[in-house]
């Protein structure tokens, strides 16, 4: 049998964005309804949520100072996102530990892809 090379396509960034808060929303409703979660997980919503609406901005913007603009706030609220999992995390049952790697990986992936556009935009 030959070895055959499959060419993965990337997805575009409007579209990763939005599967990575589906996602998101995906784990959060698993999680064990403790105060600390549900207030910490709405902010997680929230913050996820935002990273692609501000991507779909940035792709509107009406110059490069806004797009460039959008992409930090982009790139923030990534950081952001990191920061409520982080917290998230320290509560949440080991057989939601994979889920939760592969948010963490998958923002902290965004936020260079967000970095290095914005450093190659300015």
Known sequence: MQN????VEPMPLDKRTSQF????????????RTISNIEDAKQ???SSGS??????????AISKKDQIYRMKICRKE????????????????????????VLIN??????LIF????RKSS
């Open 51 to 60: 990273i692609g609406a501000n991507y779909i901005e940035a792709n509107e």
């Open 78 to 101: 990534t950081k952001e996102t990191v920061f409520w999992l982080n917290n998230i995390e320290i509560s949440i049952n080991e057989s939601y530990r994979d889920e939760w790697s």
């Open 106 to 111: 998958e923002a902290k992936e965004l936020f």
């Open 44 to 46: 997680l919503v929230r």
């Open 21 to 32: 808060a589906r996602n998101v929303r995906h784990f959060v409703k698993k999680l064990p």
């Open 4 to 7: 055959q090379n499959f060419k």
């Open 115 to 118: 970095c290095a556009i914005v």
